[in-house]
Nanobody, 124 residues
């Protein structure tokens, strides 16, 4: 079993940056594919980014490409999401997810473990 805890969310202004962290306990993340998803009020949970092995495969939603960067530090059992040039439409609860296979996926149904989420609010 993997427990995931997100942190780093908050209230910022448009154009600001935030770095989200997702720290795991219970298992080492080195063999897990990791992803970030988000859910805005009244909307479905959507894919943001994912990553396989360090320096390997990663993907981004078109809406965040060029602004967000995903990374992982397996020694710290932590995955990060650096979010730059934030926009009001980035406002959502951000969730970290892990899947038992290293290959990253964009479908939330492919993930086995989820964190509780962290709120990101971007004011205009």
């Amino acid at each position: 079993q993997v427990q995931l805890v997100e942190s780093g969310g908050g209230l910022v202004q448009a154009g600001d940056s935030l770095r989200l962290s997702c720290t795991a306990s219970g298992r080492t993340l080195s063999s897990y594919g990791m992803g970030w998803f988000r859910q805005a009020p009244g909307k479905e949970r959507e894919f943001v980014s994912n990553i396989g092995w360090i320096g390997g495969m990663s993907n981004y939603a078109d809406s965040v490409k060029g602004r967000f960067t995903i990374s992982r530090d397996n020694a710290k059992n932590t995955v990060y999401l650096q979010m730059n040039s934030l926009k009001p439409e980035d406002t959502a609860v951000y969730y970290c997810a892990a899947r038992r296979e290293i290959a990253p996926r964009i479908n939330l149904n492919d993930y086995d473990f989820w964190g509780q989420g962290t709120q990101v609010t971007v004011s205009s």
